[in-house]
């Protein structure tokens, strides 16, 4: 049985992560901005007990994640997955009308989010076993794979960060025998893919979690898909 943390738990893939642990009996630390308005989350409660805790994380706020990684340290003593899987993608902005405040705000929660919460639980971690970290990334992010007209400034830069930002992790979390992966989920139907997207939720976190599972220190710092083959950074 593994304790994971999850961001972003409330609704889309993380909600779907957080069903598919607990379907499998780990223990989940399923966390989101609002917990009082995350009706399906609290469901879950209903059907797997005290294996699910819900907490309050907002990634963008610092004093959040401090009193999140305090919430957590209070119940239990390691984690053995962290899954960073909150993300945005706002605003419609293109070259003619650049909003600065639309990529800040991308920034502060696809990769500074990522940082605030890797920092702060990164010593519960240390203790976890066969410890790793998920970061849930896009293919928008990859400066191989971009084309004309395909995404947004401030969404797919802020990925790249979030690449940026996983690989210089996975330099540092590996002296700790810690293992990350960084990941695209696919093209997933949730508020974020649209109801078009090509892969559904169920296939997008069983993918996620298939591949976390394979994961080992001897193939930590790399950008996969969902469907387990190795993304071009
Ligand atoms: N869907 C796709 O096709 C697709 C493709 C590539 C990558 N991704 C990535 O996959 C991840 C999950 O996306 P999704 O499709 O499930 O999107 P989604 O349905 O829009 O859900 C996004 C989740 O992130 C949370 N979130 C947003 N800002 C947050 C903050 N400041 N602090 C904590 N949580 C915050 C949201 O919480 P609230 O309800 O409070 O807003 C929500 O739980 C994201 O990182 C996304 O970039 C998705």
Redesign the pocket.
């Known amino acids: 049985m593994k304790q994971a943390l999850i961001?972003?738990?409330?609704?889309?893939?993380?909600l779907e992560l957080t069903r598919q642990l607990l379907t499998r009996r780990d223990r989940v630390i399923a966390t989101?901005?609002?917990p009082a308005q995350a009706i399906a989350l609290q469901d879950l409660t209903n059907e797997f007990g005290d294996r699910l805790l819900i907490l309050p994380?907002?990634?963008?706020d610092d004093a959040s994640v401090r009193a999140a990684k305090t919430a957590v340290s209070g119940r239990v003593k390691s984690l053995d997955m962290l899954i960073n899987?909150?993300?945005?993608?706002i605003g419609s902005e293109t070259l003619s009308n650049f909003d600065s405040a639309i990529m800040q705000r991308s920034f502060d929660?696809?990769a500074v989010?990522v940082m605030r919460v890797v920092t702060q639980f990164v010593d519960s971690l240390r203790l976890g076993r066969d410890p790793k970290v998920v970061n849930?990334s896009?293919q928008l992010g990859s400066l191989q794979k971009m084309r004309r007209q395909w995404g947004r400034y401030s969404y797919n830069s802020s990925k790249a960060a979030l690449n940026m930002i996983s690989r210089m992790l996975s330099f540092d979390l590996q002296e700790d025998g810690i293992a990350l992966v960084v990941l695209?989920?696919?093209?997933?139907q949730?508020?974020?893919?649209g109801v078009h997207?090509a892969v559904s939720s169920q296939d997008s976190a069983a993918g996620i979690l298939q591949v976390a599972d394979s994961l080992t220190l001897a193939t930590t710092g790399k950008f996969y898909t969902y469907a387990g083959e190795e993304h071009p950074w």
């Open positions: 961001t972003g738990a409330n609704r889309g893939i993380g989101c901005r609002q994380l907002d990634v963008s899987n909150a993300g945005i993608l929660v696809n989010g849930v896009s695209h989920p696919g093209w997933v949730t508020d974020m893919g997207a």
